[in-house]
């Protein structure tokens, strides 16, 4: 027996195997899935975890092995009457003539530590509340609910201070359409800043802006956490609770916090998961909480 | 050479491949499994001993039937020293001494025939694991006597129970040895209240016509020694009153004025004398067989023990607030402080939040720390268990102070909430919240309040006598005697403190010697230590 010729057909096997091997590695690496056999395991668990939370995953996992870093942020503090006046010029259309624009229009009408400045806008009022979220009260006028969300993509390509905020979702009610934004930041969608147009069948719609401005990134870049792991936590905080069946129609990172009344602050990237029912979790990409 | 080479290799790829091959099975580990050897305890300051995690609040000792009677205050190096000895020598004699439950008689016996009798309170309780080092004992002590009878020595413990210990012959001459080096200082000594007296309000002619008052305490129930009391008043004036010529103190002018409206200044002696008169106007007092006539007469009730301690000097001291190293808190409270995300609040503080726990760091240096994930309720953990899991996260979380004690815990269904002070010279700092507030459950740590203030090295002025007691007692009823009906006042309280004054705006914090006066009529009411005017 040649046992040299033996040991190079063996080292060439091995060769090609590891290769192998390591290919799948990277695959399932790459996909932020935990191993071949682990994943056939671990989606196994999801699902049964899933059917017992009567939910059913309509969306496919966004791949893992992902590494981000905080984004540091600062409320947005415009000259409210200039905002207004952004928005009056859009409303008037064709007519809206800056000239026309009238300062005595626009004043304070109420001053409250905790409902915020309310102000007048003619017909129209603005209320900013101490964090700089503005609620334009009965800006939507005379539109019907078929041009709903024509005005609004033309809102956020005209407005200047509109125009990194991206479509996010539509929610229809009867009586109701609300057409949601969020922001955008070098590509990730910053869901803590939202645009929201809400229309009322048969009354005056409302405009929500809550912007934010974003500094940079923060310099420590971390992996965040698979998808899977996310979707277990957020199944943790889920269970428990719900009687009716729903579907996870959105799976997706990007950053999210709370509304906060301070000079700066850090957002951590979250995995959201938005249902069929309306409901929207945020799971930390970091630590895997849910957020509140 | 070749062969031996393309063997090490084929032996080198098949381990390989095994490896791969676990890995894709089995998968790599989680992030979160990942990291939690990142995690990493670093202690502010070390965990302090056994016996000083809660040490008494004071301890008295009482020679010769009460005669002479010894006062040791929390944060005093006197009661450290007596308390490290006894904890150490009841730690090795009570495994071995015999505990017995008797009677309240024979017990009342016992303990007042003892010649020696050294009493330390303890408030918060002290759980009586801490005494025997074993975790078999779930009470709760509230005061640990050791007594030196006749023949015999005990320990007597008292929480929900009273037991007594009757120790070995050979450990007699323990409690003597531990406490001759005290026995002749006298700002140990001090003088027991008694449950009722007579605070006397003197007047008597000076020699330039005007009227002048003094100041008598007398025990109600014993005329003799009231009389007593009222002829060793009068000696100290007279002792007292060769001095006081050479010295005018102008807060005194405030307690004469509020004494007497006609009065327009004080003199008195400075030190402290036990009982000591009021005079006023530079007068003289009669001499003790002269009958004056009594202006007030107020009748004192002390409804639990007061020990008013011996000859007290202090003097004001600056105060800084405690600021710690924000990276290494950081580090301290965060798993990973990459998770902790940074807030910058309008008012100065800075707020991280992992979202699940939050920590607030003020301007000024103040911490708080919040997990809400970590309440439970009811909470499981023995009191025992809690003050050492305070006493770790204290070190942990900032480190323990010099001079700050376990002043106050609450028993909630949420878990044990304890609440620090800190001590100058052995005089609480009184403010109006406290230095510190820990929960403490069987989750771990919901809430956390730290704002300790340091000695900035900087003493104000020299240091002064506290003003007789007694003169503080009337101070205070003369400022508020609307609240009283009639003569009659219950004593709740009367202390040396150090009281927290802001010096004016930007110009720091000071902190002032006072007596504090608490009567059920009155509340709390804080005076200067030297010139009585309220603060």
Redesign the interface.
């Known amino acids: 027996m040649d ?2 010729r033996a ?2 057909v ?2 060439a096997a ?2 090609c ?2 290769l192998f ?2 290919y ?2 990277w695959l ?2 790459s996909s932020g899935n ?6 056939r395991e ?1 989606v196994s668990r999801l699902e049964t975890a899933l059917q017992e939370a009567s939910l059913s995953l309509e969306v496919s996992l966004p791949r893992g092995g992902l590494r981000a870093a ?1 984004l540091v942020v600062m409320p947005w503090q415009p000259a409210l009457e200039e905002v207004a006046r952004d928005f009056w010029l859009f409303l008037q259309g064709q007519e809206g003539d800056e000239a026309l624009w009238s300062e005595s229009e626009f004043h304070i009408i109420e001053e409250d530590e905790h409902k915020g400045i309310v102000y007048s806008w003619g017909e129209r009022e603005i209320k900013m509340k101490g964090e700089g979220s503005l609620s334009f009260l009965r800006a939507l006028q005379g539109l019907s609910r078929d041009k709903v969300g024509v005005a609004a993509e033309e809102m956020a390509k005209e407005i200047s201070f509109l125009r990194d905020f991206v479509y996010d979702y539509k929610v229809e009610a009867p009586e109701e359409v609300i057409l949601r934004y969020y922001q955008k930041y070098e590509g990730f969608p910053l869901y803590a800043g939202y645009l929201q147009f809400t229309y009322r069948e048969g009354a005056d719609g409302d405009i929500d802006l809550y912007r934010l401005e974003p500094l940079g990134f923060a310099e ?1 870049q ?2 965040v ?2 998808p899977a ?1 996310a979707l277990w936590r957020f199944l943790e905080a889920y269970t428990a609770k719900q009687e009716f069946p729903a579907a996870i129609i959105d799976f997706g990172l990007g950053y999210y ?1 709370k509304e ?9 990237p979250v995995w959201r998961i938005r249902l069929s029912n309306g409901e929207i979790y945020y799971i ?1 990409a ?7 | 050479m070749i ?1 031996r080479f ?2 090490i ?2 032996v080198g ?2 381990g ?2 095994i490896y ?2 676990y ?6 580990p ?3 499994e990942g990291m939690l050897p990142r995690f990493e305890y670093a202690y502010f300051t070390p965990l302090p001993p056994p016996e000083l995690l809660l040490p008494p609040a004071k301890a008295i000792l009482e020679r010769a039937g009460a005669q002479e009677i010894y006062y040791f205050r929390r944060g005093t190096r006197e009661l450290e020293a007596v308390w490290k000895d006894s904890f150490r020598f009841l730690s090795r004699e009570l495994p071995v001494a015999l505990g017995e439950r008797l009677g309240e008689t024979e017990l009342a016996k016992i303990t007042e025939t003892a010649l020696f009798t050294l009493q330390f309170v303890f408030n918060p309780p002290l759980p009586e694991s801490f005494l025997w080092g074993r975790r078999a004992f779930p009470g709760e002590l509230s005061s640990v006597y050791l007594l030196k009878g006749a023949e015999e020595h005990y320990v007597l413990l008292v929480g929900e129970d009273k037991v007594l210990y009757r120790l070995q012959a050979e450990e007699e001459n323990f409690l003597e040895g531990a406490l001759a080096p005290f026995l002749d200082q006298q700002n140990l000594r001090a003088e027991k209240l008694p449950e009722q007296f007579v605070l006397q309000i003197v007047s008597f002619p000076d020699g330039s016509g005007e009227t002048a008052v003094s100041l008598h305490l007398t025990a109600e129930e014993a005329p003799q020694e009231a009389e007593e009391a009222a002829a060793d008043a009068g000696e100290g004036t007279t002792e007292g009153s060769g001095e006081e010529g050479e010295e005018e103190t102008p807060g005194g002018e405030e307690a004469a004025a509020a004494a007497e409206p006609g009065a327009e200044e004080e003199s008195r002696e400075p030190g402290w004398a036990g009982d000591p008169p009021l005079e006023l106007n530079g007068a003289e007092e009669p001499s003790s067989g002269t009958e004056a006539p009594v202006l007030e007469q107020w009748q004192i009730t002390v409804p639990q023990p007061l020990y008013i301690p011996g000859k007290l000097e202090a003097r004001e001291i600056s105060l800084v607030q405690e600021t710690l190293p924000r990276k290494d808190l950081v580090h301290a409270f965060f798993l990973d402080p ?2 902790a ?6 008012d100065g503080a800075i ?1 991280y939040t ?3 726990k939050g920590l607030r760091l003020y301007a000024g240096g103040a911490l708080e720390y919040t997990a809400p994930g970590l309440e439970v309720f009811p909470n499981r953990l023995s009191y025992a268990s809690a003050l050492l899991q305070a006493a770790e996260n204290q070190c942990l979380y900032g480190g323990w102070p010099a001079g700050t004690f376990l002043e106050r815990r609450e028993k909630t269904s949420a878990g044990y909430r304890f609440f620090w002070r800190s001590y100058f010279y052995g005089l609480p700092l009184l403010r109006t919240d406290s230095s510190c507030e820990m929960l403490v459950n069987d989750k771990g740590m919901p809430y956390y309040r730290r704002n300790f203030y340091l000695y900035a090295g900087e003493a104000r002025g020299v240091f002064l006598p506290f003003a007789p007691y007694t003169h503080a007692l009337f101070q205070v009823i003369a400022l508020h005697r609307p609240l009283f009906a009639g003569e009659e006042a219950t004593l709740l309280a009367v202390e040396p403190v150090y009281r927290l004054l802001r010096n004016g705006p930007g110009a720091g914090l000071i902190a002032v010697p006072a007596w504090k006066v608490h009567y059920a009529e009155t509340g709390p009411v804080y005076l200067h230590w030297y010139t009585l005017k309220p603060l």
């Open positions: 046992f040299s040991k190079t063996l080292i091995f060769f195997l590891n091997l390591l799948q590695i399932e690496e935990p191993g071949l056999f682990g994943q671990e905080h420590q971390r992996e956490i698979p792991t916090s906060y009344d301070a000079q700066r602050w850090e957002i951590a930390n970091f630590t895997g909480y849910l957020e509140n | 062969e393309k063997t290799l084929l790829l098949i390989l491949s791969l091959t890995l894709i099975w089995f998968g790599s989680y992030l979160e990459a998770m995300r940074r807030i910058e609040e309008r707020y992992d979202g699940k």
